[in-house]
């Protein structure tokens, strides 16, 4: 008996909503596509957003959808870690390997920027549209997000907010919203779930742009740290006419700043300005740099934090990507590992009912929750020893990376971003 499309909305179209927008149009088990409405907040498509990379089973995930050349093609062609010390001189590198299955700490195989990744997800997604005479069962709605859901026996009553999608019921939610889902707390009404209690501070508040590549800029990841926590990081960028550019800054202990938290909230201009007064003067090119910040037209600042909620899934709703579980280094791999492992145990359901849905989104929970427990801890003392407030603790971390640098330290630590992918198996669905 032919089984009716699953109707599907996806609420955030970045790495983890665009993904799984694509595995579920073109999963090979699933024989009956499902209807897909995939909406954004914003009312373009946001391809923007620096280097990012793709670990561990990740790696895997891209290569068993068929993804890894056209990704590996977007490399940002960093060659690894330089680190600066005062005046700007190198004092240490740290070369990546170039091996794809040995990737080194410093900069992954797969290191592409964010906005480059999210074009060629949907660049795909366009392709399997032009692919099928009937389309792909995608509907992408910029501009839009849920105001509202009530899930019942037969689906969820979605109402959205800027009226470009009709109020209607769906079979599944899934929210990929990204660090401030929104949605996370129309999922689950527990206290829990809200941004503020899920999401444990770091510290640390990062702001992101692109610069025009001059002369004295290069192809390694250069830092430059200073005391107050600062860190300027300038990385290639493939196209060799831009770089990007971080303004790091970790308070000194691991909590919420809400002066900070303030001026995310005001916007790009404050932002900016907050950079400004903490880096000005503070040694090397910065000054050149926060210039190029004043120009810049894809800015964009964030806390860098950890989200952890108790549970991924709720009856016919899931979280996925960032809004269930933002965990630095591996958050774009664990994107991909999410979209992968759903569509494939929904395309593992004989019928649409209730029962079904709720036992695929509890599977994909009881598949990956273990790997994520084992890979998701931070190092003690990160990210705080690593970006000293003093100029002591300053030129005691140089002295480490020469030390590093002159013994190789960062070959054996290669693995250590390997994130279990040999005791991890990534689950077979039939690509
Ligand atoms: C513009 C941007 C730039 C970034 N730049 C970097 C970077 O330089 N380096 C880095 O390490 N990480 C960056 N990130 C985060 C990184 O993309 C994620 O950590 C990771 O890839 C996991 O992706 P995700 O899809 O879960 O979340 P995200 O990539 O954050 O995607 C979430 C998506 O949901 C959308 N959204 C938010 N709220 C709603 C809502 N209520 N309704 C509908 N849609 C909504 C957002 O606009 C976004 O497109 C950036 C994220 C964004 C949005």
């Not at 008996?1 to 109707?7: G, N, R, S, T, V």
């Not at 009956?32 to 009312?43: D, M, Q």
């Not at 060659?79 to 040995?102: F, Y």
């Not at 005691?396 to 991890?424: I, P, R």
Request: proline share 3%; with cysteine; glycine share 8%.
């Amino acid at each position: 008996m032919a089984q009716k499309p699953l109707k599907v909305l996806i609420s955030g179209a970045g790495v983890a909503g665009s993904s799984l927008a694509l595995m579920l149009a073109r999963h090979p088990k699933l024989t009956t596509k499902p209807i897909v409405t995939l909406i954004e907040r914003s009312p373009v498509p946001r391809t923007t957003g620096q280097a990012i990379d793709i670990r561990g089973p990740g790696v895997g995930v891209i290569r068993k959808i068929g993804l890894e050349e056209k990704i590996r093609e977007k490399h940002t062609t960093e060659k690894g870690i330089s680190i600066l010390g005062r005046q700007g001189k190198e004092i240490a590198r740290l070369d990546a390997t170039g091996e794809t299955d040995n990737q080194s700490f410093a900069t992954s195989e797969y290191e592409v920027l964010r906005g480059e990744l999210v074009q060629v997800l949907m660049d795909e997604i366009q392709l399997t549209k032009e692919a099928s005479s009937s389309g792909n069962g995608v509907y992408t709605v910029y501009g839009e997000m849920i105001e509202s859901l009530k899930q019942d026996d037969d689906g969820v009553m979605v109402n959205f907010a800027n009226g470009k999608v009709d109020a209607q019921k769906f079979d599944m939610v899934i929210a990929a919203d990204g660090m401030g889902s929104k949605t996370r707390s129309m999922i689950f009404t527990d206290k829990a779930y809200q941004s503020t209690e899920c999401t444990a501070s770091l510290g640390w508040y990062i702001g992101y742009f692109s610069a025009p590549r001059q002369e004295f800029d290069s192809d390694y990841w250069r830092w430059y740290h200073a005391p107050g926590g600062l860190c300027i990081h300038v990385r290639p960028h493939r196209n060799k006419q831009t770089v990007g550019v971080y303004l790091s800054v970790v308070n000194s202990e691991r909590r919420r700043y809400p002066e900070y938290d303030e001026i995310l909230a005001q916007g790009v201009e404050a932002q900016k300005a907050l950079l400004r007064k903490r880096f000005q003067d503070i040694g090397w090119k910065t000054n050149h740099y926060l210039d190029e910040m004043d120009r810049a037209d894809d800015f964009y600042m964030q806390q860098t934090a950890q989200v952890r909620t108790p549970k991924w899934t709720n009856g016919r709703s899931a979280i996925i990507g960032d809004a269930a579980h933002c965990t630095m280094g591996i958050g774009t791999s664990l994107a991909f590992m999410d979209a992968y492992i759903i569509s494939g145990e929904l395309s593992k359901m004989e019928s649409n009912s209730s029962e079904e849905i709720a036992a695929a989104l509890e599977r994909y929970e009881s598949v990956l929750r273990g790997y994520y427990e084992k890979n998701s801890k931070m190092p003690a003392g990160f990210p705080q020893l690593a970006n000293p407030q003093t100029q002591t603790g300053v030129a005691v971390l140089h002295t480490v990376m020469k030390v590093m640098n002159v013994l190789k330290l960062d070959k054996l630590m290669q693995g250590a971003f390997d994130q279990d992918e040999k005791s991890w198996k990534l689950p077979e669905y039939g690509w």
